[in-house]
């Protein structure tokens, strides 16, 4: 039915247009285009799910998944989840407002929720960051959420008991330092904080 499609793009258009702190403002501006290969709106619910090779572009935004589910509710709060095919990851890219860099992630699971302006990502997560086509900084864990307000990030390696195929897994953080005399000659926005999860403080080496 072409009403509940209709419903759907302005419903999602609305989610994906928030600026952030370090997302391309332009982004809100531009035409979003959703590609699946079925649709399901259940309005009751509020919820509206797209399956098979979803894929949504928004200006430098990209997000990849096999399935893509976006559910409002009474408050007008929209959330995005995404779900990767079995063996494979779904995928998020974003431009950084003003800077030739961009944040890109993948996990079993992708949560964004603009209204909170976090992204998170569960299950063989990854969160990399790129300065040009230069990969700059790289995350590994089970779960990661990327604050993009306050550009902290929290990594636990930790998998709660059947949350997850992939299980936990020991953190892994390439960083790469800032300040250098080639980063010196422009203006920078803040450096990534990474913070481990207040579960493993005090753990084992």
């Known amino acids: 039915m072409k009403f509940p499609l209709a419903l759907t793009s302005l419903a999602l258009a609305a989610f994906l247009a928030a600026p952030t702190a370090t997302a391309e403002k332009a982004d809100s501006k531009q035409p ?10 259940d309005e009751s619910a509020q919820i509206t799910t797209f399956t098979g090779r979803v894929m949504v572009t928004k200006g430098t935004l990209v ?3 096999e399935k893509l589910e976006v559910q409002q509710n009474k408050e007008g ?9 079995k063996g494979e990851l779904a995928f998020f890219r974003q431009k950084r407002e003003g800077l030739d ?5 993948e996990a079993e699971t992708v949560i964004y929720d603009s ?10 997560a990854e969160l990399r960051s790129y300065r040009g086509q230069q990969l700059s900084d790289r995350l590994q864990g ?25 299980g936990s897994q ?36």
């Open 32 to 41: 979003m285009h959703i590609e699946a290969d079925a649709l399901k709106h």
């Open 142 to 166: 089970h779960l990661i959420v990327f604050d993009n307000t306050t550009e902290v990030f929290t990594v636990d390696g930790k998998a709660p008991t059947g949350s997850s195929p992939s």
């Open 115 to 124: 209204q909170a302006d976090k992204i998170t990502l569960t299950g063989r």
């Open 101 to 105: 860099e961009f944040t890109e992630g």
């Open 77 to 85: 709060k929209q959330v995005a989840k995404l779900w990767a095919a």
């Open 63 to 65: 997000l990849r998944s």
């Open 170 to 205: 020991r953190i892994k953080a390439t960083l790469t330092p800032r300040n250098t005399a080639k980063d010196d000659s422009k203006d920078n926005s803040l450096v990534p904080l990474l913070q481990s999860s207040p579960r493993l403080t005090g753990g084992k080496p």
